[in-house]
């Protein structure tokens, strides 16, 4: 009878470890640099909220082949609060795509990395950031198109004139 | 594509911590060139892990961006990290609004982490200090390309270069084909 | 008796005559300008704890940029730069530089640690902004220390007491508390000028302790190279050639010009006819005097030629 009842108190334990997180609900809200006047780098920012039914799990991010530590915030009840952000430079524009994989997952990737080999684990959830590499500066300046049009318009009279006077 | 911060560590005459344990610097810095009222106001935080084992249990505290000056667009400014490798580092980045302009001062955050042997340490970020955040209307009118204006000031001005231009050319044209029809 | 009429464009043309007068210099292209663009870090003074919970208003010690523009003294390797400094100056500061060199040294409490967060290894790109990290941990039980200030400065690699560039220094005016640590940022960029070169670099860090003893730590005093930076497009550069070439065609153009007028024998360019108008001895020309008011020849010796009607029109 003790017996049975260790055996299932291992059992259970073995599968609560091993289950991990495999119907997470996530909500998650992400940020980037629209316009350049504000920030000297294109920052990246993807905030999850993730519900594990109560379990408290660690997370790490994949991005771009990369694998970036995550952040964990306040817990308010079973939600818990994760961020992943980084700084890049004004390169690209495009969406990056941020996926994110628990404990054993980020050690399977760190394996694949290190060998170079292609990474085949599913993440747990991914979230998409959309980047939109936007200046406030136009590529003309108004003021120079104004000058122009105004330097036309007196050319187009001038012209007129002379011929008036021919 | 991500700045692989592979740093080489320096260690000036100074003994490094202890024996062995984790060390963390960390600064904190605005990347904003200019600081709007009601605009994005990004600041990153980086900790760099320099001692020879890895610092757990790491906790960052910002309390400098108190809720009546500030709007917190996205991120965090309380979090944690369960463990930051030696010679490895973290950044991490929120973004805030101010909601007035006006000089704010802009101080330190504060690290908690623990060192492999169980020894706690407090640090503190480097502060940026003092920042005068801009009116809207005063950073409008200095940076941003006034299109609008332009254009507003050409929809006015074209009454006054249009209407003599549309009366020359009315007898303008008349004269033309006069011409025209004498020559034939 | 022309009045002589003062115009305006008169003044202009006299004011045209004085212009060789006007000296303009630009900025001394060889002086090395300590410069710090971003100052990331100001002061201010705050207390700070483990577990305190104050936050004292801060006194803040507005950051200064101290230009100190020391001059350059290029090792005559066949450099470029070159400059035309007295020498004493250099003594003087190496005069003083041992002096304070001397007074400060650091405590044995208070560790530290500095990393550069942009560049990987010890090459710094001049022109470009290079950002330090530096970290002092106070192992102090009861003692508290104040930073004051960071300053950087490049040194003759092989004489680290003589001064090539001083970087501007940063004041903060930081407390730190017994067994805790702070971080400050210090950067500053490398004058565009050097490169291809090592140089000493020197990172002070200054502090005092509550009973105002003062302290320095050479957080860094190594040998870094700076490389030259990669450019991409360089305005500078493109219009320089733009202006050869035009140079060139012009050139061009006087030759070919000056080739084409020699040919054809002639000082200057080849004549327009002139108009010259009518010529005639008297200065009158009669093809426009009606044939009625020509004078006749003496024929008839009437005393006064009536004017005659019926001119031909």
Redesign the interface.
């Known amino acids: 009878m003790v017996k049975l009842g260790i055996c299932v108190l291992l059992l259970a334990l073995a599968l609560s470890t091993a289950n991990g997180c495999t119907n997470p609900k996530v909500k998650s809200?992400?940020?980037s640099?629209e316009?350049q006047?504000?920030?000297?780098?294109s920052?990246?920012?993807a905030?999850v909220e993730v519900d594990c039914n109560g379990e408290s799990i660690?997370l790490h991010a994949l991005?771009?082949?990369?694998l970036l530590?995550v952040?964990?915030?306040?817990t308010s009840g079973s939600t818990e609060?994760f961020?992943v952000?980084?700084?890049?430079?004004h390169d690209r524009s495009g969406s990056r795509e941020v996926k994110f994989y628990d404990d054993n997952g980020a050690s399977s990737i760190r394996k694949a990395l290190r060998y170079g080999e292609e990474v085949t684990t599913s993440p747990l959830f991914s979230v998409d950031i959309k980047h939109k590499n936007s200046s406030?500066?136009?590529w003309l300046?108004?003021?120079f198109?104004?000058m122009i049009?105004g330097l036309l318009?007196y050319w187009l009279a001038y012209m007129?004139k002379c011929k008036l006077q021919e | 594509m991500l700045k692989v911060l592979a740093f080489c560590l320096v260690v000036g005459l100074c003994l490094p911590l202890g024996h062995g344990g984790a060390n963390l610097i960390a600064s904190k810095t605005i990347l904003n060139e200019h600081m709007v009222e009601g605009k994005d106001l990004t600041i990153k935080y980086s900790i760099y892990n320099v001692g020879t084992s890895a610092a757990v249990n790491v906790l960052l505290e910002d309390s400098s961006f108190p809720e009546e000056h500030f709007v917190i667009e996205q991120g965090l400014l309380t979090t944690t990290w369960d463990r930051i490798q030696s010679s490895s580092n973290v950044s991490h980045v929120v973004v805030v609004l101010p909601r007035e302009a006006g000089a704010y001062n802009i101080s330190w955050a504060r690290l908690t982490y623990t060192s492999d042997e169980s020894k706690g340490m407090t640090g503190f970020t480097s502060a940026p200090g003092p920042v005068l955040v801009l009116p809207f209307a005063e950073f409008s009118r200095k940076y941003e390309g006034h299109l609008m204006e332009w254009l507003a000031f050409f929809t006015m001005s074209a009454p006054t270069i249009l209407l003599p231009f549309m009366l020359w050319y009315r007898s303008y044209s008349k004269y033309e084909n006069m011409m025209a029809k004498k020559q034939h | 008796m022309a009045k002589l009429h003062i115009r305006v464009w008169h003044l202009l043309l006299v004011g045209l005559l004085f212009t060789p007068c006007l000296h303009i210099t630009g900025p001394l292209v060889v002086s090395a300008q300590g410069e710090d663009d971003e100052v990331m870090g100001e002061g201010e003074s705050v207390t700070m704890g483990g577990g305190g919970e104050e936050e004292e208003e801060d006194d803040m010690e507005v950051e200064d940029e101290e230009e100190d523009d020391e001059p350059v003294k290029a090792p005559d390797v066949g450099d470029t730069a070159v400059s035309d400094e007295e020498d004493d100056e250099g003594a003087v500061e190496e005069e003083e530089e041992e002096e304070e060199e001397e007074e400060f040294a650091p405590h044995p409490d208070c560790q530290s640690t500095i990393l550069f967060t942009n560049r990987h290894t010890e090459e710094f790109v001049a022109g470009e902004v290079v950002e330090a990290v530096i970290g002092l941990t106070n192992t102090n039980k009861e003692k508290e220390f104040i930073v004051t200030l960071i300053e950087g400065s490049f040194r003759y690699p092989q004489d680290f007491s003589y001064f090539i560039q001083n970087f501007s220094v940063i004041y903060y005016e930081t407390y730190i508390m017994p067994e805790t640590q702070a971080s400050f940022v210090y950067s500053f960029r490398p004058s565009e000028s050097f490169y291809a070169r090592p140089f000493g670099l020197t990172i002070n860090v200054y502090y005092k302790d509550a009973e105002d003893n003062d302290y320095r730590d050479a957080v860094f005093n190594n040998t870094v190279n700076i490389i030259e930076l990669e450019e991409s497009f360089d305005a500078e550069t493109f219009f320089m050639y733009v202006f050869m070439v035009s140079g060139i065609l012009l050139l061009v153009f006087i030759i070919h010009y000056v080739y084409t007028t020699v040919r054809r024998g002639g000082r200057s360019a080849p004549r327009k006819p002139v108009e010259t108008g009518t010529q005639d001895k008297d200065g009158v020309d009669y093809q426009w005097v009606p044939d009625g008011a020509l004078p006749t020849p003496k024929k008839s010796p009437r005393p006064s030629p009536r004017p005659r009607k019926g001119s031909k029109k």
């Open positions: 809200t992400t940020y640099t316009n006047y504000f920030s000297g780098e920052v990246f920012i905030q660690s991005v771009g082949g990369q530590p952040s964990k915030g306040i609060h961020q952000s980084w700084t890049e430079d406030n500066e136009m300046s108004p003021a198109l104004a049009a318009v007129a």
